[in-house]
Every structure is written in C-alpha cells, then in structure tokens.
C-alpha cells in the first residue's frame, strides 16, 4: 500500500491531488466557520456532557460542531458513534500549515477498549437471545426509507402536510435541478466557476444567493424543463428529497420531525457512543445496519459479531473515488480485490456484473487529502481503480464464509481534478445502489 504517511505535511499540500483552494474548501464544508479564527480543534465523544450555552452552534448533518468564537476553540462532538480522528487530525495539520498559523489537536473521546464491552453489552439485550442473520453498512434512513416506500409509497406525506407547500416545492425543484446540472457538469462539459461549484455543499437549505447562482446555470442548459420534468417522474427520487428537507430543516431549526420518519415496525434505532445501529426484522430474519464510520471501529464490531453471532450475509453500499481514467464519475461499481501490504485480497462479492456496473479493484485511505500524486501513481501502477476509506478494514474482518454483496458508486475523480471539494451529491447513485441491496435482502428474506 502507498507509504503516505511518510511525507511531511508540507510535502502532502504540495504533491496533493487537491489544490491548496480545494483542499481549504474541503476543510472548510467540515469545520464551518471563519478557518483563520481557528486555534484548538477538541474531539469530543457523542454524549459527552458540555456546557456549551455560550459558544456559538454550527449547523451541520455529520457533526455538533460548536465554536468560541473569542478563543477560536472549535469542538466537534459526533452523532453517529466515534469520530475518525485520524482524519480530522490530518485535517488540523494540514490547515495550521496553509494559513500560517498554530493549531491544537486535542481528542477528548474515550478509548474503544471502554466502549466496546457496553455496546456488546447493549446489543445482547436488545437481541434478547436471538441470533442475526445479517450485517449492513450503509445509511440508517435510506434502509428504512426503502421499506416505508415499499409499504406506502407516500409515506412521506404524513410528515411534509403540515409545512409551507410553497417553500417545499421550491426545495424539490432545487434539487431536481442540482441533479440536472451535475449530470451536465459531469458527462457533457458543462462549464461551471469554482464559485459557482459551492451550489453543491452537503448538509444545507439553499440560501437565496445559490438558488439565484443555480438558476442562471441552468439557463446554459439545452432542454433543462424537459430533464426536470423526466426526473419529476421517478416517484423514490421525489419521495426522497421530500424527507431530505426535513432532515435539514430538522438541523437548522433544532425541530424533530425528520426523527418521526425513521420509527419503523421493521427497525430501531441504537445510539451509542460507539456506533449507532438500527436493529431491522423483516419476515423473521434480523439485520444489524451501521452508517458508514469510523474504518477501526466497524472493523473490530465486524469481527465480534462473526465470532458471537456467525451471520452469513453481509450487504455494504456506499461511495468511492476514482484513481482510474477508466471509470466515471456517477457510475456503479463492484469491489473484487482490496489491495494493502502490496498485496491484492479477494472480497469474493457476489454481485454480479451488469450493463454499466463494472468490478473494479480498491485501496484504502485514513483521508481523501492524503491522496497525494506519488500516492495515486503507486496505486494506478499496483492496479488499483477507486478509493474509499472503509471497504479494506471491512472486508478484512470478515471470512470466506460470509456471503458479500458490495455495491459503490464514484462520487469524485481527484486525479482529473473533479476532487471532494466539489460536493457532488449524486441523489440517484445513491438511490439506485441502496434499492439493489435491499431489493436482495427483501429476496433473501421471502426463500
């Protein structure tokens, strides 16, 4: 595997993939505030108990982020188990070098060695002696929101009645439009100003400035009524963004009905310091879902599991990057080998090549901005194709016996310069690959 931690800091800003302007976009759709005013950046655990009253609260969809802003002590406490502290270390060094100026590094989270006992501890209650079946890493909502669309297409009506139609629809058409322009950006060389890429940040209701920005964008667009009213037909992809509203709507106003939508009779949700799960029973088979996490973690939960519960399934979906001019951005893919150590391992995935979804082979990073030239020429001549952050230590943990259905689609191609600062969101790649797998599941359930 790439040796590239053995660079200095300086020498991975200066041979990354990203440019130093991508790379501080990058970090800056993360920490969310002024990044010159930064001076400590404090890890925190998910239910650590602060009071942080005084500081000022920083909307986000991965994270509690909460800033002094007379000190310039950043604190980031997760919402979906332990941080990934390596990165967010990396992240600190990297961005004290870029603006001259001293940052600290201080991760206040408990060890794994202290959690992992309480979260077997829970999970063995929560099963009340029942075995599991199977193991899915991917998004908590988007399982369930399969299977609430798959009882009652929609579903989503019940919570959006009561809101402003008007600013609803406006968020739906912004969102159309979004997949509509990407689309352009990506396969027909639309051009697009790097301001004008800030129109796809994660975790946002537009703003009026970006709704304007994305509005005169789609003017260059030949036939864009006609791309949005085709996208309008697809019932899940409208479904989704309904609830996707929610969800930010939810984070900016401190509101909780977003939290109403995921109570399901065929889940329950677990949150934990270590890592929430969603316990899933369909027709007497149980499934233990996790988000994608922190690699360590999951790698050691993964083991645990096989050893007390010897589960024969093991379903994962999720987004990759592209090292390989032979792949596109938006396209599924299929992971054979996972390659560390110099060495090639088979995954032995048994979803199967189709038209447009090709098996490719991965190498693991701990950060995207550890993605550095001699990096990316190591992995292309050793014969790597994509790149994630957690497929290696999750196949790792997993034997032979295991049955794998693994599905990824490509998000970002930083050896082409289309890198993660440009916030793609790729709604529908994202859709299609989670009704695969649960289409699958839904199958191995009725036999």
């Not at 709704?211 to 949005?228: G, L, N, P, Q």
């Not at 009905?257 to 009779?265: E, N």
């Amino acid at each position: 595997m790439p040796q590239v931690k053995q660079q200095s800091i300086q020498e991975i800003i200066e041979d990354n993939l990203m440019s130093h302007e991508q790379i501080l976009s990058y970090i800056k759709d993360d920490f969310r505030v002024d990044l010159n005013k930064i001076r400590k950046i404090v890890i925190l655990d998910q239910y650590s108990h602060n009071n942080f009253s005084s500081y000022k609260r920083i909307p986000h969809h991965r994270y509690c982020l909460y800033f002094d802003e007379v000190v310039g002590d950043l604190f980031i406490q997760p919402t979906e188990g332990k941080l990934r502290s390596r990165h967010i270390e990396i992240e600190s060094k990297i961005l004290a070098s870029l603006i001259g100026k001293p940052i600290d590094f201080v991760d206040l989270s408990h060890p794994l060695e202290n959690r992992i006992i309480n979260w077997e501890k829970g999970l063995q209650k929560l099963l009340s002696g029942k075995g599991i079946d199977g193991v899915l890493i991917g998004s908590l909502w988007n399982f369930n929101f399969y299977l609430k669309l798959l009882a009652n297409s929609n579903f989503a009506k019940r919570y959006t009645q009561n809101l402003d139609q008007v600013i609803l629809n406006k968020y739906v058409v912004h969102q159309l439009t979004l997949i509509v322009i990407e689309h352009e950006y990506i396969n027909n060389g639309l051009f697009l100003e790097e301001f004008e890429k800030s129109i796809f940040q994660e975790g946002n209701i537009p703003n009026l400035k970006t709704i304007e920005i994305t509005r005169r964008i789609s003017r260059k667009i030949h036939a864009f009524e006609d791309k949005v009213s085709f996208l309008r037909k697809r019932k899940d992809l409208i479904e989704y963004i309904n609830t996707d509203y929610l969800f930010f709507k939810d984070i900016e106003e401190r509101t909780s009905t977003f939290k109403k939508t995921l109570v399901s009779k065929y889940a329950k949700i677990v949150h934990d310091p270590l890592l929430n799960y969603q316990l899933i029973t369909i027709n007497d088979s149980a499934y233990i879902n996790f988000s994608w996490a922190n690699a360590e973690v999951l790698n050691i939960v993964l083991k645990r599991l096989e050893e007390h519960y010897n589960f024969n399934s093991f379903y994962m979906y999720g987004k990759c990057g592209s090292i390989s001019t032979d792949f596109k951005i938006g396209q599924l893919v299929i992971p054979i080998r996972s390659y560390s150590n110099k060495t090639f391992t088979n995954i032995y995935n048994q979803v199967q090549p189709a038209s447009g979804i090709s098996g490719t082979n991965f190498i693991h990073v701990n950060s995207p901005l550890l993605e550095t030239r001699r990096w990316a020429k190591e992995a292309i001549q050793s014969g790597c194709d994509c790149v994630d952050m957690e497929l290696d230590p999750v196949v790792r943990a997993l034997s032979k016996h295991v049955a794998k259905k693994i599905l990824y689609y490509i998000s970002d191609q930083p050896t082409l310069g289309l890198t993660l600062s440009d916030r793609l969101s790729l709604i529908t790649q994202r859709l299609d690959c989670c009704k695969i797998i649960v289409n699958d599941i839904l199958l191995q359930t009725k036999n």
